[in-house]
């Protein structure tokens, strides 16, 4: 682990060892890094944050308060992660007979600049695309396409968001080429397939 200037973690909380943290992350009140868990730079993990084993974060990561990462996700750059959301790793889990270990648990991915909303759900196996946006509350149960906005429960597309944040005014339905500019930062999007892109 580097120097401990080099990041802060709070009194009250746990990093266990074998624990790779980047440069200004800081881990705030009661919570747990657990073991083989690598943490980029400049993040922050609200209170009651736990991080299970082998987990991997990217920068700039923001977890909020009561959020569990499960060993099986990754977080890459940027990722927002709001209060109280929730990650799972096994598809059919049982009490009386536990599948513990890597080989039970289910891979999710979440890609750089997503959002995930306050009490949403999302159900492992699952990619999350770049800039994408989870509505709170939603229950995520099937992939997720860059810029995409996903609302309910189920989770079900339900527009495009821009980088900065904004709902495009793009609808999911029509031809691919269909275009749109952002009216808070101008950036450009078109339709493309299933998804769009920024051009």
């Not at 810029?147 to 609808?171: Q, S, T």
């Amino acid at each position: 682990m580097p120097d401990k200037k080099d990041y802060f973690i709070h009194e009250s909380s746990y990093v266990d060892h074998n624990v790779e943290i980047g440069a200004g992350t800081k881990v705030w009140h009661f919570s747990h890094v657990q073991g083989g868990v690598r943490i980029g730079e400049k993040c922050s993990l609200g209170q009651n944050v736990n991080v299970g084993n082998n987990v991997k974060i990217g920068n700039f990561v923001k977890i909020q308060n009561n959020v569990s990462i499960y060993e099986g996700v990754e977080l890459e750059d940027y990722v927002f992660c709001g209060p109280a959301m929730v990650f799972t790793n096994v598809l059919n889990p049982r009490s009386e007979f536990p599948q513990r270990g890597s080989q039970f648990y289910v891979k999710t991915l979440v890609k750089k600049s997503a959002s995930l909303g306050a009490n949403s759900t999302i159900v492992c196996g699952i990619t999350i695309g770049c800039y994408a946006f989870v509505g709170a509350g939603a229950v995520v149960t099937k992939d997720v396409p860059d810029y995409g906005l996903v609302l309910g429960n189920p989770a079900r597309l339900a527009g495009w968001m821009c980088a900065c944040g904004v709902k495009l005014d793009l609808g999911i339905d029509g031809a691919s080429g269909d275009t749109t500019v952002c009216g808070k930062c101008e950036r450009r999007y078109r339709k493309k397939n299933l998804t769009i892109e920024n051009y």
